[in-house]
């Protein structure tokens, strides 16, 4: 742990004091290489990389823990066409996972139809995007009939509230597709009881389904995890792997529906969402109370975090964002991070039990099914929208230079 430490601040160190290129420093991934290299010889398991980049080794290591993961190179192009060159891919709901996996999978050449209510939203949304009403573009009962594979994508709400009418349209030969364990999982709650004679499956997209299009348009790939509830024909899991990757993911991880929908509705509630939206509020008050400006209180809180710092977490961990900062930033972050983790920690307790006991899901449920959601839901991201916080940070972003 301490050399590990310490290459990495040796990389940095070379790294930090140049401007932004010098982050690319090939310091960094010999540190790496020097890490995995004295990691290696303890794994029992030859074909182990832990970085991952021999395509092929499926099953890597995960900070000691094996896991296996499928990945966008084992199903070149023709070999996903070929595997669905049989079905038809009923998308049912175009919000923001049927837009992103949905134009994924057009692009992709497979064949694909939408199904959602006409004149909707969404049905105006979706021919907007080119899907064509009567060719690719059917009301839900329609488009359940001509599929293979049935997509659900509506809202977590609309699948339970539409399932007595889905339910008895699902035939044996038809495949079962979520993007999240919640209707199976909560069925006390949804109601939604899949059929004992028909593969039901799962693929969860990492990431908003805008992302899921995104980086798939720039050639990368969202992480999406895998799940199978039933499988009767003994190839769900390898139907799960290929639409994983067909609805354009990079590498596919294993799970479960439980497990799936549990650290789903715990992550956004927390780290993802919920959790930034507390903290970033919470430092941004007590600097204006202590009489900062909001510009100062917003670049020192939410600009930097964004722009600079949370970045290099992203490309290269937390130990290397520490290294790239300051040494009396180190200092400081590394004496108050254990007392943040534990202030933190029951809020996070509390919050995996409420997801766990169904707490969560019941709120969801209740709170979606209302006619008024859309504008409910509206009305409260107004609330945030208007709080000091993010309208200082609308000036803010309109300085940014690539803004003009
Ligand atoms: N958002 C995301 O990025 C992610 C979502 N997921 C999961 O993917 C699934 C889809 O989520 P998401 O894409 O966000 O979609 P939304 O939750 O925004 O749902 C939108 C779709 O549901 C339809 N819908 C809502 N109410 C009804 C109803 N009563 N009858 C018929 N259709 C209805 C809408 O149609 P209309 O326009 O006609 O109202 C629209 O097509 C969920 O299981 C979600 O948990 C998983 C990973 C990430
Ligand atoms: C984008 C995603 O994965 C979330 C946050 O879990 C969701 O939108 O439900
Ligand atoms: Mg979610
Ligand atoms: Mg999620």
Redesign the pocket.
Known sequence: MASRSASVLRAAARAAPRAAPAIRTPARSYSVLARVAVAAPSSPLKRVSPLGATRGVKTLDFAGTKEVVYERADWPLPKLQDYFKNDTLALI??????HGQGLNLRDNGINVIVG??KD????RQAIEDGWVPGETLFP?EEAINRGTIIMN???????S??WPTIQPLLKPSQTLY???G?SVVFAEDTKVIPPKDMDVILV??KG??RTVRTLFKEGRGINSSIAVYQDVTGKAQEKAIALGIAVGSGYLYETTFEKEVYSDLYGERGVLMGGIQGMFRAQYEVLRANGHSPSEAFNETVEEATQSLFPLIGQHGMDYMYAACSTTARRGALDWAPIFEKANKPVFEALYKSVRDGTETRKSLEWNSRKTYREDLKKELEEIDSQEIWRAGKTVRSLRPDAK
């Open positions: 709901g175009y919000g923001s996972q049927g959602v209510r909707g939203e969404s049905w839900i994508l509506l809202s977590d709400a609309a699948q509230s539409t979520f993007s999240h919640f969860a997209p908003s389904g």
